[in-house]
């Protein structure tokens, strides 16, 4: 047995022995980096000298002597065409060193099922692959990797890059644009702290958030004017010389998507607000590469307009008045029910009893108000209610009868908003104490705008 | 125990105070100068030899508190063991690969998995076996009385017997030992102790009970009465008429069996009417305790105003402090958990979503769909008891709740208190309904419909009946004991039996009763209906509290495999789990062959 198999054993013992030889001298090496930190390590490479002295120059060489850290160290013919912008102004060079400097140690192996997103010293997130690193569009290839110092992990690159701006910041440059102008103009300021925000940030998107990824998109002048004209009539107020802040969110909240797309954008695209918009690429007139995401100018925006003025649905359990006493007010639980509630007022012994529905979010424009009212034969006899806008006593449609086991949207009337957010939808029971004809049922109120 | 170990461990600190030093040098001069081998040998103060234990009656009590600090570390494996290998309770995203294994049915004994060990059940029997021998001692040397050797005993073998139950219900075949042993490790010693099969052993165990002296709670004038750390002890200990009721429900003794579970439903009795509320009320499923324990609304109509809290409704059986005078309307064997005292209460860490938990269990699609299947009287499609065992219900991840009402993450995330119930008065009710629907009296089913739908006055009221007088109606006291129910209430003449408050387990739920088919006709049928109804009320009332596999794999037994298999089969199928799923089909077979046990793996 054992002579049958002699040769085998001789060589793997022989395959064996040299592998061990390898690793022996892969150990010895890194024993010798261990006792250096990454400044001692770079320093030691004398083809490293140039970020070496750039390590120096911006002081970022303090940090790097303790602490846990990956360098991405650019050689010294790469750093020869550094422009003197960055040379020369001091955040410049921090933001430019720290670009090639990562948090934690990272590992080439790591990366080599997907790739690692690698939170640098500059506040950016590089995209770390088992052979290059990446800053957005530039990446570097290794000329060695994994080398491990007494606190971290050094590379040696083929090639600098040089840290790109975040949204924010590309929008707050390009203050000639009327998104830009319209964003930054959204600013407000809190009551109670008196501090200054902008509420797009707090509402929209964090554009300056490096950690997050996005795609922007901005407008020329020309197709914001069309997209404005399209919008305002949705947004009127009384305010007629100032831009709301409705209408200036409208108009930029769907600019905006969670996922940034550098090239090949799908050509339908769900905004953060989840309205769909058409991308054509034949519409960009430059793109902007940033740190964390992607700007597109484009000439025109190609939206879907009954995602951005939905229809809106009230439900009955989500009232937010009620003209009486809370006791006959009973939210019901039905399996039949939109979100399984609805809402039954009875036995209130109260003429014209009314529950209050605002709606903030209505449109400037026409709808279609229907309501799911329905006599499940837990009340025995027929109810008659109506709907009032605005005002109890505003009663356009009349009284309408709700049926019994009707699970159908029963069209009600239109109303044309006049000002957004201006709407109040109100149930009124009949005007009689007697409670066998004042009952109120409501499952739900559902707006449809009308697009003419 | 656990008190003696704290008392020890505080001497222990004290020793270390004594300034050491200061005496060390003159201490090995004078062991240098008298080192005589017998001035060395002097017995140790701080470790209490076995021997020189047990030394009068309150030695004995401390040894009783102790057996039971012991069997509350085996909580979480009771209720692990008992819910998630049946059809309630399933593990979630976040459980454990042994929490799986046992709801995939796919333990195997080289997996040492922690929830299939025997070790801990044996640690609490070994326990109990020394107590025993040292309690036998005490006796033989007269340091305690016949009668406090009586009442410690047959507790001590009581627990050891409730201990025997659940290893046969799991593992099947176990050693049964009854004698002290000096190493755990001899229990795996098959010369020494032979294992007994399930039936074989719950033979033993009742014949064991029947011997003992003593089976009521402990007198009223004893240190194991009162409290301790604040927690009523009246409804610690084990109720052992409760325990061999339970014994002779799987021996198939079933008269015996209700009469046992009968006298836990009589024990307000002896206070007679004069009592009050609390003879009327007393583990009867009463209404007038419906302020209390009912499923209730404040307004009939408003889903919002479900009475939902720990100090009202149906929910404050689980929610309610400890001692409160209500909780003994319906606690029979409860213990109390708190974060001041060892052992940890398990269950935040299984079942909440919050603070300390780590939400490794959850309520089963099955469970959910049976609560969702109800209507109750206010047309709310769905079984209260649902929102109320439950956290989140409705929502994607529903929480088994029965055990995590007392937890407050948000302000005392560290504070893990709580209940272990092992038996209250509706598992009773249950199981007598169980009992009386396998007599042979004629028309008996009726009766143990009525304990699950609206109560006795309700079912034996005929429809057709007007007047006043009850005499005759109201009752099933010509059925003789244990079925003699007394319920009548009437004004001319006056009746209040001592069950005229009875309205059963749905009727407390607030749920309409379920009325036999017409078209069931045959005695056999019935019983078989009938006993589908109490397994389905079961998981509706009990879920989540470890009376699910015991239940399905006595009636599965005694009946057919498929009780058991087709429920758990159920469960699996439904999971959204696509492992779960995949094994749903081999797991019913597994369990339709009568593999129903876990390995017996004694891990050395």
Redesign the interface.
């Known amino acids: 047995m054992i002579k049958k198999y002699k040769n085998h054993l001789l060589i793997i013992i022989f395959i064996g022995l040299s592998a061990c030889s390898d690793q022996w001298e892969e150990h010895n090496n890194a024993a010798q980096d261990l006792n250096n930190n990454l400044v001692q390590l770079i320093r030691s490479d004398a083809d490293l000298s140039t970020f070496a002295d750039l390590l120096v120059e911006s002081g970022l060489d303090k940090q790097l002597s303790s602490g846990s850290y990956t360098v991405w160290a650019p050689t010294n013919a790469a750093l020869a065409d550094l422009p003197s912008s960055i040379t020369g102004d001091e955040e410049a060079l921090k933001l430019f060193v720290g670009n090639h400097i990562g948090y934690q140690e990272n590992l080439s192996y790591q990366a080599d099922e997907e790739p690692v997103r690698v939170k640098m010293m500059n506040g950016k997130v590089s995209v770390l692959r088992e052979n290059s690193i990446t800053s957005v569009d530039e990446s570097a290839s290794f000329e060695y990797a994994d080398r491990l110092a007494k606190n971290g992990v050094l590379y040696k690159v083929d090639t600098y890059m040089v840290p790109k701006k975040n949204i924010w910041e590309v929008l707050q440059e390009e203050s000639d644009n009327p998104i830009s102008q319209l964003v930054m103009n959204m600013t407000m300021t809190d009551e109670l702290t008196m501090e200054k925000y902008n509420y797009f940030q707090y509402d929209v998107a964090d554009l300056s958030n490096e950690d997050s990824t996005y795609t922007f998109i901005m407008l020329d002048d020309a197709a914001y004017e069309t997209f404005q004209m399209e919008m305002e009539p949705y947004f009127k107020d009384t305010l007629p010389d100032e831009m709301s802040m409705p209408l200036s969110l409208g108009l930029t909240k769907d600019l905006v998507f969670t996922t940034s797309y550098y090239e090949d954008v799908p050509d339908t695209i769900l905004s953060v607000d989840s309205v769909r918009v058409a991308f054509h690429p034949e519409n960009v007139v430059r793109q902007i590469n940033a740190s964390n995401g992607v700007v597109y100018m484009m000439n025109d925006f190609d939206y879907k307009l009954s995602d951005k003025i939905p229809a809106i649905k009230i439900e009955g359990e989500y009232f937010d008045a009620i003209s009486g006493s809370s006791g006959p007010v009973n939210i019901r639980a039905r399996s039949w029910a939109s979100n399984e509630r609805d809402l039954l007022v009875y036995n209130h012994s109260t003429p014209s009893y009314h529950v209050t529905y605002n709606v903030p979010q209505a449109h400037s424009t026409k709808y279609k108000i229907y309501w799911l009212a329905n006599n499940d034969n837990y009340w025995p006899r027929n109810n008659w209610q109506s709907i009032a806008i605005d005002s109890v006593s505003n009663l356009p449609y009349g009284n309408k009868m709700v049926e019994f086991n009707n699970l159908e949207e029963v069209f009600i009337g239109e109303h044309e908003v006049q000002n957004y957010g201006q709407l109040k939808l109100i149930l009124k029971a009949e005007s009689t104490s007697n409670n066998d004809w004042n009952t109120l049922v409501l499952d739900y109120l559902k707006l449809v705008p009308v697009f003419e | 125990m656990q008190k003696l170990t704290r008392i020890l461990k505080a001497q222990s600190m004290k020793m270390i105070s004594i300034p050491f030093k200061k005496y060390i040098a003159a201490a090995t001069i004078s062991v240098g100068l008298f080192s005589c081998s017998d001035m060395l040998d002097v017995e140790p103060t701080l470790e209490l030899d076995k021997d020189r234990y047990y030394q009068n009656q309150l030695d004995a009590d401390v040894a009783v508190m102790g057996v039971y600090g012991e069997m509350m570390k085996l909580a979480e494996q009771y209720v692990v063991l008992n819910e998630v290998r049946a059809d309630l309770m399933e593990p979630t995203m976040m459980a454990d690969a042994d929490l799986v294994d046992l709801s995939n049915h796919s333990v195997v004994a080289s997996d040492n998995n922690k929830y299939a060990d025997p070790k801990p059940f044996y640690r609490v029997i070994l326990n109990c076996n020394d107590v025993l021998e040292g309690l036998e001692r005490m006796r033989d040397e007269n340091r305690i009385t016949e009668d406090q050797y009586n009442q410690r005993l047959s507790d001590v073998a009581a627990v050891r017997t409730w201990v025997y139950l659940q290893l046969g219900i799991h593992f099947g075949e176990v050693p049964y030992v009854t004698k002290s042993i000096e190493s755990i490790d001899d229990v795996n010693n098959p010369s020494l102790f032979p294992k007994l099969s399930l039936m074989e052993l719950i033979d033993e165990l009742v014949e064991y009970m029947e011997s003992m002296p003593y089976l009521d709670a402990y007198p009223s004038n004893i240190g194991l009465v009162g409290s301790s750390a604040g927690y009523d002890l009246s409804t610690y200990f084990v109720n052992k008429r409760g325990l061999l009721g339970d014994l002779y429900l799987w021996q198939g003794n079933y008269i015996k069996a209700a009469e046992m579970f009968r006298t836990i439903m009589e024990s307000s009795t002896s206070m007679g009417p004069g009592a009050g509320a609390v003879y009327y009320d007393r583990m009867r499923l009463s209404w007038s305790s419906s302020n209390y324990f009912n499923v209730r609304y404040g307004?009939?109509?408003?889903?919002?105003?479900l009475f939902n809290d720990n100090i009202n409704g149906w929910r404050s059986i689980f929610g309610r402090p400890a001692g409160e005078r209500y909780s003994y309307d319906v606690w029979v064997w409860v213990m109390h958990y708190d974060s001041d005292f060892a052992p940890e209460y398990p269950f935040i860490r299984l079942f909440a979503n919050e603070g300390e938990g780590e939400y490794q269990l959850k309520p089963s699609q099955s469970i959910l769909d049976k609560w969702n299947s109800q209507t109750q009287w206010n047309?709310?499609?769905?079984d209260a008891r649902g929102i109320l065992s439950t956290k989140n219900w409705?929502t994607m991840e529903p929480e088994v709740g029965k055990f995590t009402f007392n937890y407050n993450a948000m302000s005392t995330p560290l504070q893990k208190e709580g209940k272990w119930i092992l038996e209250r008065a509706a598992s009773v009710h249950l199981k007598f309904a169980e009992a009386a629907n396998m007599d042979n009296l004629d028309g008996i089913s009726q009766l143990s419909r009525a304990l699950i739908n609206e109560g006795i006055r309700e079912a034996f009221t005929p429809d057709d009946f007007s007047g006043d007088d009850v005499t005759d109606i109201q009752n099933t006291l010509e059925y003789g004991a244990p079925y003699d129910f007394d319920a009548r209430q009437g004004d001319f003449p006056t009746y209040r039996g001592p069950w005229y408050r009875h309205q059963g387990i749905r009727g407390r739920a607030y749920l309409p009763p379920i009325t036999l088919p017409e078209d069931i006709t045959g005695v056999q049928e019935e019983k078989y209906w009938t006993e589908d109804l109490i397994i389905q009320e079961s998981a509706l009332e009990l879920a989540f509290e470890g009376h699910r596999w015991p239940q399905l794999l006595r009636i599965a037994m005694r009946r057919d495999p498929s009780v058991l298999a087709d429920r758990v089969y159920d469960k699996l199928s439904k999971s959204k789990n696509a492992e779960a799923v995949g094994r749903a089909a081999g797991v019913r077979s597994k369990l339709m062959s009568g593999d129903w046990f876990l390995p017996f793996h004694w891990e050395e």
């Open positions: 307004k009939e109509n408003d889903i919002n105003s047309n709310v499609e769905f409705g």
